[in-house]
Nanobody, 125 residues
Framework: VQLQASGGGLVQPGGSLRLSCVPS??????????IAWFRQAPGKEREFVAA????????NYVDSVKGRFTISRDNAKNTVYLQTNSLKPEDTAIYYC?????????????????WGQGTQVTVSS
């Protein structure tokens, strides 16, 4: 089972993208786990971006995206979204989604599983 991210692309600074994350197999991967988005820019370590609780009522964001990005989930559709607004060149990275049995405060990638290939987000004029 992998979590497949999609919706990336090339966008100008200030633009928006909505990323989606769906499981390639069993839906239980979504419904009983916290789901998070991470990103990795060239030459940099993978970075936590946002996480959402199992029922979608609690969220956690890295400071650099607060007020610009919104994570949400629709368990009926087995989908987690990341709405990215006011994009900046420094948001350029491959974005991944992953699952953890831990709480939404857990930001370390080693505690997450079901990584997929990610989706490229490029912010450039």
């Amino acid at each position: 089972v992998q979590l497949q991210a999609s919706g990336g692309g090339l966008v100008q600074p200030g633009g928006s993208l909505r990323l989606s994350c769906v499981p390639s197999g069993r839906a239980y991967v979504f419904t009983d786990k916290v789901i998070a988005w991470f990103r990795q820019a060239p030459g940099k370590e993978r970075e936590f971006v946002a996480a959402i609780s199992r029922n979608g009522r609690r969220t956690n964001y890295v400071d650099s995206v607060k007020g610009r990005f919104t994570i949400s989930r629709d368990n009926a559709k087995n989908t987690v979204y990341l709405q990215t607004n006011s994009l900046k060149p420094e948001d350029t990275a491959i974005y991944y989604c992953a699952a953890t049995p831990n709480d939404i405060q857990f930001r370390w990638s080693v505690g997450y599983d079901y990584w997929g290939q990610g989706t490229q987000v490029t912010v450039s004029s």
